[in-house]
């Protein structure tokens, strides 16, 4: 790590996420120590009620930005616009993609690409111990999405993504669903802002790459099947009434 200007931030949004978070983090600092550019990452602790953020804090070189719950969307955004990096990686708490992968997303984007996404769909991408059923539930989500919103990608919840700054700036400041005025939750709430924001990245013109990852399906998921399935299904309704409505002009 280096106090000059990163050339990448890390991203990692993190809900009562104690017992996952020290690994993950440890994964992290121990992988960027090996690059040759500096780099920094941010934890946003999404309205913890455990140890989440103090856990965060005492680990060295890590910055924490404490928000209130409002869901993983708002605290991807508050650490995408905090981020101070020439590019922005984003990965779940539980690295259910091995930090590795940012080597061949860089890869990606300085060929030329603005913003590189993680896919467990398509030649190359595995997923490991993930239930039958878990998998079923994600390619029907993912038909929803082609016919309502977006076509062409294969799999827009990957939590693996990475972007330019200035795409992660745009972006992330022309998002609706999980904005400054997004309401505080209860309980875990695993969102849809992913479909929200790549619909804004195609819609602007950037230029966007799916890249295959090895993906392992965490026993500790905090999604729940049929709650977050119709929160899911009404963001992805939302992004499409609000492109109806003019909101993202």
Known sequence: MSLEAPLLSVVIPAYNEEGRLPATLASVMSYLARQSYASEVLVV???SSDRTADIAEAHPGVRVLRRDHRGKGFAVRAGA???????????????????????TMYARLVAGNEVVIGSREGLG??????????HVMGRVFNLI????????????????????RAAAQDLFRRVRIYGDD???????AVTAYDVELLFLAIRCGYRIAEVPVPWHYGTETKVSPLRDSLRNLRDVLTVRLNDMRGRYH
């Open 145 to 164: 999405i082609r016919s309502v919103a977006i076509r062409g990608i294969n799999d827009t919840q990957c939590g693996f993504k990475a972007m330019t």
């Open 45 to 47: 602790d999404d309205g």
């Open 182 to 188: 997004a309401p505080v939750l209860r309980g875990a």
């Open 81 to 103: 616009l905090a981020a101070r990096g020439a590019y922005v990686l984003l990965c779940d708490a539980d690295l259910a993609v091995p930090i590795s992968e940012w080597g």
């Open 125 to 134: 991408a595995t997923r490991q111990g993930e239930p039958w059923y878990r």
